[in-house]
């Protein structure tokens, strides 16, 4: 085939704020080269931490840049090579790889393919692999979980929080105590979490200890440094703690003196100490198991569990957004923030466009969510009359923006409305610290108001055309 299609590419390691390094590119149509592969058109792509930690250069294993990134998406089968006798030409697959997946169209061995139950859609296959068995591997693997235990889970609004509290309630009487901002609190309570912590305001590890004197079963961390030591002491005699990640050591700009400082108050026991207090303590990582050959037997038996989990309704996979490839930094920025209620679903810009406007609501929300949480972290930062001014510039702005013509094309129409809410979320960033000292409305407010309902009078429009 002579098309081209499109990649993103990680070009280098940098935690640049302008994500450079991270870029969309043309590649030829790939070629099936062995018996054993097939070529999946992709539909949609998962967005995890560990591709945040792959552009700063912190994830181990490292591949060698240029390459693309990206562990799971889902799609449809364009080729199969002679020896492929299980998958035909448009079948619905989910797949798999340590890297290579945010593509349009991939080549790989028909062992990195799973057939999609009936019912579900590419958003929900693209998801399922990661998050889900991170969190069912975490818990009936290596913590063992069983009735009647007591666990904590880090940032239970995310991906594989949110995954691991809907598995959690697999198992009778488990009680999960989840950490979150205020904002997400409803959502993780909706999904299973029975008493939510505001790790922003609240300290967690007295919190923990007001619900539970004499401590608890189990804690899933994916901040390691500091929050290491501070679980390990949570947990009571036949404890176990997994730690599978190092949310705390990255940002948004890679900092090595922050990830040093991070690294170094990590948790360090000794084996006598583990004796003594009758702990356990273990690491999980999924990047080195779906490299390991004698892990294929073990993920295949985990992940059928999963989809006969989710063809039960066991499994509610939570989605947050959906971006564009070409919006990867926006993406990337979203999850950096822990904005994120649920999994960041990329999609290539060619399905994005044939797709309905449906997708400018759902930036829509997911950017509105990001203004919430932002109003209250700004409240105790800013000027007061710079952010009136810059409030009132680009209220005045929207304003003006809103009375133009409409864009053409649906693809277009998706980048036009997203570029407008991103400047509805500075100006919130701006304009509260005014709000809340004065009391009084503004210009900036009335004219942010008048702006407001003109862009979703728009939405709503482009939504029902």
Same mark, same amino acid.
């Given at each position: 085939?002579?098309?081209?299609?499109?990649?993103?590419?990680?070009?280098?390691?940098?935690?640049?704020?302008?994500?450079?390094?991270?870029?969309?590119?043309?590649?030829?149509?790939?070629?099936?080269?062995?018996?054993?592969?097939?070529?999946? &058109?992709?539909?949609?792509?998962?967005?995890?931490? @560990? !591709?945040?930690?792959?552009?700063?250069?912190?994830?181990?294993?490292?591949?060698?840049?240029?390459?693309?990134?990206?562990?799971?998406?889902?799609?449809?089968?364009?080729?199969?090579?002679?020896?492929?006798?299980?998958?035909?030409?448009?079948?619905?697959?989910?797949?798999?790889?340590?890297?290579?997946? +945010?593509?349009?169209?991939?080549?790989?061995?028909?062992?990195? $393919?799973?057939?999609?139950?009936?019912?579900?859609?590419?958003?929900?296959?693209?998801?399922?692999?990661?998050?889900?068995?991170?969190?069912?591997?975490?818990?009936?693997?290596?913590?063992?979980?069983?009735? *009647?235990?007591?666990? %904590?889970?880090?940032?239970? @609004? *995310?991906?594989?929080?949110?995954?691991?509290?809907?598995?959690?309630?697999?198992?009778?009487?488990?009680?999960?105590?989840?950490?979150?901002?205020?904002?997400?609190?409803?959502?993780?309570?909706?999904?299973?979490?029975?008493?939510?912590?505001?790790?922003?305001?609240?300290?967690?590890?007295?919190?923990?200890?007001?619900?539970?004197? $004499? *401590?608890?079963?189990?804690? $899933?961390?994916?901040?390691?440094?500091? =929050?290491?030591?501070?679980?390990?002491?949570?947990?009571?005699?036949? /404890?176990?703690?997994?730690?599978?990640?190092?949310?705390?050591?990255?940002?948004?700009? &890679?900092?090595?003196?922050?990830?040093?400082? @991070? +690294? +170094?108050?990590?948790?360090?026991?000794?084996?006598?100490?583990?004796?003594?207090?009758?702990?356990?303590?273990?690491?999980?990582?999924?990047?080195?198991?779906?490299?390991?050959?004698?892990?294929?037997?073990?993920?295949?038996?985990?992940? #059928?569990?999963?989809?006969?989990?989710?063809?039960?309704?066991?499994?509610?996979?939570?989605?947050?957004?959906?971006?564009?490839?070409?919006?990867?930094?926006?993406?990337?920025?979203?999850?950096? #923030?822990?904005?994120?209620?649920?999994?960041?679903?990329?999609?290539?810009?060619?399905?994005? !466009?044939?797709?309905?406007?449906?997708?400018?609501?759902?930036?829509?929300? @997911?950017?509105?969510?990001?203004?919430?949480?932002t109003q209250s972290e700004q409240s105790q930062q800013g000027s007061q009359q710079g952010g009136e001014q810059k409030a009132e510039e680009v209220a005045r702005s929207e304003?003006?923006?809103?009375?133009?013509?409409?864009?053409?094309?649906?693809?277009?129409?998706?980048?036009?409305?997203?570029?407008?809410? =991103?400047?509805?979320?500075?100006?919130?960033?701006? !304009?509260?610290?005014?709000?809340?000292?004065? /009391?009084?409305?503004?210009?900036?407010?009335?004219?942010?108001?008048?702006? =407001? /309902? %003109?862009?979703?009078?728009? $939405? #709503?429009?482009?939504?029902?055309?």
């Open positions: 085939m002579s098309e081209k299609i499109k990649a993103i590419v990680l070009t280098s390691t940098s935690g640049s704020s302008d994500f450079s390094n991270l870029q969309l590119k043309e590649e030829n149509y790939p070629k099936i080269e062995s018996d054993d592969q097939v070529i999946v &058109r992709v539909k949609a792509s998962g967005l995890n931490f @560990a !591709e945040l930690m792959q552009r700063q250069g912190f994830y181990k294993p490292a591949s060698k840049t240029p390459y693309t990134p990206g562990f799971e998406a889902a799609g449809v089968v364009e080729e199969i090579g002679t020896g492929v006798t299980d998958f035909q030409v448009n079948d619905r697959v989910i797949i798999y790889n340590g890297s290579g997946m +945010w593509k349009e169209v991939i080549c790989l061995s028909r062992s990195n $393919l799973i057939k999609m139950p009936d019912g579900m859609s590419f958003e929900d296959g693209a998801a399922l692999m990661v998050n889900y068995l991170t969190a069912y591997q975490i818990l009936f693997r290596m913590v063992n979980i069983r009735q *009647g235990d007591k666990v %904590l889970i880090h940032m239970a @609004a *995310g991906g594989v929080g949110f995954a691991a509290t809907q598995l959690c309630k697999t198992v009778k009487d488990v009680t999960v105590i989840g950490t979150a901002s205020a904002a997400k609190h409803e959502a993780i309570t909706q999904n299973g979490v029975a008493h939510c912590i505001d790790y922003t305001k609240e300290d967690y590890v007295q919190e923990v200890k007001k619900l539970f004197p $004499l *401590g608890i079963d189990v804690v $899933l961390d994916p901040l390691n440094g500091e =929050n290491a030591i501070k679980g390990y002491e949570l947990l009571k005699p036949f /404890g176990r703690i997994c730690h599978y990640g190092a949310a705390s050591i990255t940002s948004e700009s &890679r900092s090595f003196v922050n990830a040093f400082k @991070a +690294w +170094w108050k990590c948790l360090s026991v000794t084996s006598l100490d583990i004796i003594n207090q009758n702990k356990s303590v273990c690491g999980y990582h999924l990047g080195f198991l779906m490299n390991n050959p004698s892990c294929v037997d073990q993920m295949s038996t985990d992940i #059928s569990n999963l989809l006969e989990m989710y063809s039960k309704g066991l499994i509610n996979i939570q989605h947050d957004s959906t971006f564009a490839y070409s919006k990867i930094a926006e993406a990337m920025k979203r999850m950096h #923030s822990r904005q994120n209620v649920g999994k960041i679903i990329l999609k290539p810009d060619s399905e994005i !466009e044939k797709e309905s406007p449906r997708n400018v609501e759902e930036v829509k929300v @997911a950017t509105e969510d990001k203004v919430e949480q304003i003006a923006e809103a009375h133009r013509e409409p864009v053409q094309s649906e693809s277009e129409q998706i980048e036009h409305e997203t570029s407008k809410l =991103n400047v509805n979320d500075d100006q919130a960033k701006s !304009e509260n610290v005014s709000i809340e000292q004065t /009391g009084e409305k503004s210009l900036a407010e009335e004219a942010q108001a008048d702006a =407001n /309902g %003109l862009t979703e009078s728009q $939405l #709503s429009e482009n939504k029902q055309n």
